[in-house]
């Protein structure tokens, strides 16, 4: 199954945020929409990705005092990335292995979409279901 197959599972809306934003402002912006990450972007490019893991590690590197902090600060520059094209099996060992919740999905080199480990896993627990219930069927009408 490919990654782009898991994003019909889910909206297609991603959630930004600016580099110069307030670290407080990104906070209210993660609960307020209840996500777990929102990609930075300058002039419609991505720039980095924010996530609450991100946010945590900033404040204990800084005091706990972000309220004046920009995003731009605490961000992943560099986050690991996948192309639409690539396995879920991929992204989940990408993700497994970099220990990262979020992952920006490309598409012709530009951002496509963000997943979470939680879609990853949705999605391999219905494919192993599906393989699950086809052998069942072929396990039930086995000659005797």
């Known amino acids: 199954m490919q990654i782009r197959e898991i994003l019909t599972l889910k909206s297609d809306t991603i959630h930004s945020i600016a580099p110069t934003d307030s670290v407080e402002s990104a906070v209210a912006k993660l ?3 209840g996500v777990g990450s929102l990609v930075v972007l300058q002039n419609g490019e991505m720039v980095g990705l924010l996530t609450e893991r991100d946010v945590v ?3 204990v ?3 706990c005092d972000l309220k004046d902090a920009q ?9 690991v990335v996948a192309d ?3 396995s879920v099996d991929y992204a989940r ?5 970099s220990h990262i919740g979020h992952l920006p999905i490309l598409d012709g080199g530009k951002l496509f979409a963000i ?3 939680h879609d990853v896993a949705r999605a391999s627990l219905k494919e192993a279901n599906f393989e699950n219930s086809l052998l069942k069927r072929y396990i039930k ?3 005797e």
């Not at 995003?71 to 986050?79: A, D, G, L, Q, R």
């Not at 060992?93 to 292995?97: P, Q, S, W």
Request: aromatic share 6%; net charge negative.
């Open 93 to 97: 060992d990408v993700m497994t292995k």
């Open 61 to 63: 590197k800084q005091g």
């Open 115 to 117: 997943i979470s480990f």
């Open 71 to 79: 995003v731009s600060t605490i961000m992943v520059t560099e986050p």
């Open 31 to 33: 609960v307020s929409l």
């Open 84 to 86: 639409a094209s690539d």
């Open 141 to 143: 009408h086995w000659p």
């Open 57 to 59: 590690q900033g404040m």
